[in-house]
Protein backbone atom coordinates (compact mmCIF):
# COMPACT_ATOMS: atom_id res chain seq x y z
CA UNK A 1 0.00 0.00 0.00
CA UNK A 2 1.14 3.44 -1.02
CA UNK A 3 0.22 6.90 -0.91
CA UNK A 4 1.20 9.45 -3.32
CA UNK A 5 0.54 12.98 -3.16
CA UNK A 6 0.92 15.58 -5.75
CA UNK A 7 0.25 19.36 -6.12
CA UNK A 8 2.42 21.47 -3.65
CA UNK A 9 4.38 24.31 -5.41
CA UNK A 10 4.58 27.83 -5.07
CA UNK A 11 2.11 30.52 -4.29
CA UNK A 12 1.68 34.30 -3.45
CA UNK A 13 -0.30 34.92 -0.12
CA UNK A 14 -4.53 34.98 -1.18
CA UNK A 15 -3.38 31.97 -3.73
CA UNK A 16 -4.57 29.01 -3.77
CA UNK A 17 -3.46 25.15 -4.93
CA UNK A 18 -5.02 21.72 -4.43
CA UNK A 19 -3.47 18.84 -3.57
CA UNK A 20 -4.23 15.42 -4.33
CA UNK A 21 -3.50 11.84 -2.65
CA UNK A 22 -3.59 8.62 -4.01
CA UNK A 23 -3.75 5.52 -2.14
CA UNK A 24 -2.88 2.46 -4.55
CA UNK A 25 -2.27 -1.92 -3.27
CA UNK A 26 -3.86 -4.30 -2.28
CA UNK A 27 -6.57 -2.44 0.06
CA UNK A 28 -9.48 -3.81 1.82
CA UNK A 29 -10.98 -0.80 2.82
CA UNK A 30 -10.15 2.78 3.93
CA UNK A 31 -10.92 4.18 7.05
CA UNK A 32 -10.30 8.18 7.63
CA UNK A 33 -8.01 9.91 5.45
CA UNK A 34 -6.36 13.42 6.08
CA UNK A 35 -3.72 15.80 5.61
CA UNK A 36 -1.24 16.80 8.09
CA UNK A 37 1.35 19.36 7.81
CA UNK A 38 5.28 20.40 9.34
CA UNK A 39 7.27 23.62 8.99
CA UNK A 40 10.55 24.16 9.81
CA UNK A 41 10.79 23.56 13.57
CA UNK A 42 7.44 23.15 14.41
CA UNK A 43 5.92 19.36 15.01
CA UNK A 44 3.50 17.92 12.64
CA UNK A 45 0.26 18.77 13.25
CA UNK A 46 -3.25 17.77 11.39
CA UNK A 47 -4.55 20.12 9.35
CA UNK A 48 -7.77 18.43 8.47
CA UNK A 49 -9.00 15.02 7.66
CA UNK A 50 -12.48 12.96 6.51
CA UNK A 51 -13.93 10.13 8.06
CA UNK A 52 -15.51 7.22 5.10
CA UNK A 53 -18.65 8.93 5.13
CA UNK A 54 -17.58 12.53 4.55
CA UNK A 55 -17.38 13.86 7.93
CA UNK A 56 -14.89 16.56 7.73
CA UNK A 57 -12.46 17.96 10.98
CA UNK A 58 -10.31 20.93 10.75
CA UNK A 59 -7.78 22.56 12.77
CA UNK A 60 -8.70 26.42 13.95
CA UNK A 61 -6.33 28.35 11.72
CA UNK A 62 -7.77 27.04 8.29
CA UNK A 63 -11.61 27.25 8.73
CA UNK A 64 -13.37 28.86 6.37
CA UNK A 65 -9.86 28.49 3.83
CA UNK A 66 -9.22 25.16 3.55
CA UNK A 67 -11.89 21.85 2.18
CA UNK A 68 -11.16 18.46 2.50
CA UNK A 69 -13.02 16.13 0.09
CA UNK A 70 -12.88 12.30 -0.89
CA UNK A 71 -13.32 10.46 -3.72
CA UNK A 72 -14.04 6.60 -2.47
CA UNK A 73 -14.46 4.97 -5.88
CA UNK A 74 -10.51 6.26 -6.22
CA UNK A 75 -9.52 6.15 -2.86
CA UNK A 76 -8.27 9.55 -3.49
CA UNK A 77 -8.37 12.77 -0.82
CA UNK A 78 -8.32 16.16 -1.78
CA UNK A 79 -7.46 19.79 -0.01
CA UNK A 80 -8.51 22.51 -1.60
CA UNK A 81 -6.69 25.51 -0.26
CA UNK A 82 -8.07 29.02 -0.75
CA UNK A 83 -6.34 31.93 0.78
CA UNK A 84 -3.30 31.31 1.80
CA UNK A 85 -1.10 32.61 3.82
CA UNK A 86 2.87 32.68 4.39
CA UNK A 87 2.00 30.52 7.61
CA UNK A 88 0.92 28.46 5.72
CA UNK A 89 3.98 27.48 4.25
CA UNK A 90 4.87 23.67 5.29
CA UNK A 91 5.41 20.28 4.35
CA UNK A 92 1.85 18.58 3.20
CA UNK A 93 1.21 14.93 4.43
CA UNK A 94 -0.86 12.57 3.30
CA UNK A 95 -2.36 10.00 5.70
CA UNK A 96 -4.76 6.94 5.95
CA UNK A 97 -6.30 4.43 7.99
CA UNK A 98 -6.31 1.70 5.60
CA UNK A 99 -7.49 -2.24 5.97
CA UNK A 100 -5.01 -3.83 4.02
CA UNK A 101 -6.39 -7.06 2.06
CA UNK A 102 -6.27 -10.10 3.69
CA UNK A 103 -5.65 -8.49 7.03
CA UNK A 104 -7.78 -7.82 10.16
CA UNK A 105 -6.69 -4.41 11.52
CA UNK A 106 -6.48 -1.14 10.21
CA UNK A 107 -2.71 0.35 9.55
CA UNK A 108 -1.48 3.97 9.70
CA UNK A 109 0.08 5.19 5.86
CA UNK A 110 1.64 8.11 4.87
CA UNK A 111 2.57 9.59 2.08
CA UNK A 112 6.17 11.01 1.66
CA UNK A 113 4.93 14.73 1.53
CA UNK A 114 4.72 17.68 -0.90
CA UNK A 115 5.79 21.47 -0.04
CA UNK A 116 3.98 23.94 0.05
CA UNK A 117 5.65 27.51 -0.30
CA UNK A 118 3.54 30.88 0.30
CA UNK A 119 5.65 33.73 -0.56
CA UNK A 120 5.37 36.92 -2.29
Known amino acids: VQLVESGGGLVQPGGSLRLSCAAS????????MGWYRQAPGNQRELVAD???????NYVDSVKGRFTISRDNAKNTVYLQMNSLKPEDTAVYYC???????????????WGRGTLVTVSS
Open 95 to 109: HARILPRGSFSLNDY
Open 25 to 32: GSISSINA
Open 50 to 56: ITSRGST
